[in-house]
């Protein structure tokens, strides 16, 4: 089939020169003219055009047929006409990273790269970012904790981050986005700016975790928790009451003294706490003078 191609695109080219050939043997052979001579003339030029014609197409199509496409050379893939996979700038700065670490250690003649970090200790790629722990309850330990994370973090680093630095054994982990929004510009009259949108990674843990607040931030959560509870329990007493007047049903004996529990459970951790911070504080006093 290629070479039918070939010899239709060499036809259509002699063609075309026998046209110009035939074309310029009329106009010079025209009626015009009147002596023989130039008559006689005009029917040599006419053949020498026309031979001529006939050797650029057989030049053309010599090149023609000892030229072979890019597909018929030895060893041709199409995979080669593939574009390249583009390498992102976090793979380059990890890939850059490692190549310096790498320089250090065979200049300082430490162990190697590979065999430090990929056979002794998890391999994380990303140094320590912005992780803010949303507080969960101070009293009561919880199996589920939720953390501000950075918005290009995906739930597997995230998971991966949390296991390498802070040690918690995490069973799983959902994230959701809430769409950051909009404020008065101070700059522009009638203009409003969007606040960027802030990312939650909700983590569900095996164990219940005391992620290990400072004795004075216990103290002052306790103080809006107990403020909490007992809120809750008049609602409770109140609700109570209201299905005595009303029904005369009796509320469950263990719910009420559940939350008794509680609360005198938060009032005894919070003296603790304000016992430890006290003798914290004489310590530091001491050490103080003793300087």
């Known amino acids: 089939m290629l070479n039918l191609l070939r010899q239709s695109s060499s036809s259509r080219i002699c063609g075309s020169l026998h046209l110009g050939s035939k074309s310029s043997s009329s106009i010079i052979a025209s009626p015009s003219a009147t002596s023989s001579s130039t008559y006689f003339n005009s029917i040599a030029q006419s053949a020498r055009l026309f031979h001529s014609s006939i050797t650029t197409c057989v030049g053309v199509d010599d090149t023609i047929l000892s030229t072979k496409p890019t597909l018929m050379e030895e060893g041709f893939q199409l995979s080669e006409l593939e574009k390249q996979p583009r390498i992102s700038h976090r793979e380059r700065k990890r890939r850059r990273m490692i190549a310096i670490e790498k320089a250090k250690r065979a200049a300082t003649g430490a162990p190697s790269l590979q065999d430090e970090i990929y056979n002794k200790r998890p391999v994380v790629e990303f140094p320590n970012r912005y992780f803010a722990l949303y ?26 981050y949390l296991e390498t630095y802070y040690g918690l054994r995490i ?8 769409p950051g ?14 606040q960027p949108d802030i990312k939650k990674a ?3 843990l095996y164990e219940p975790v005391d992620l290990g607040f400072s004795d004075e931030l216990k103290i002052e959560l306790s103080r809006h928790y107990d403020k909490r509870l007992n809120a809750k329990i008049k609602e409770a007493r109140a609700a109570a009451e209201k299905m005595k007047q009303e029904g005369g049903a009796d509320m469950p004996e263990g719910s009420e003294e559940e939350q008794m529990k509680q609360l005198e459970e938060a009032h005894r951790k919070m003296e603790e706490a304000k016992t430890r911070v006290k003798q914290q504080q004489q310590v530091e006093n001491v050490e103080v003078k003793d300087k």
């Open 202 to 204: 909700i983590v569900t």
């Open 171 to 178: 069973k799983s982990v959902a994230t959701i986005i809430i």
């Open 135 to 160: 507080l969960p309850s101070v009293v009561n330990k919880t199996s589920k904790v939720v953390f501000h994370v950075p918005m290009d973090y995906t739930k597997p680093e995230i998971k991966e």
């Open 181 to 194: 929004g909009l404020k008065r510009s101070r700059t522009v009259r009638g203009k409003f700016d969007k």
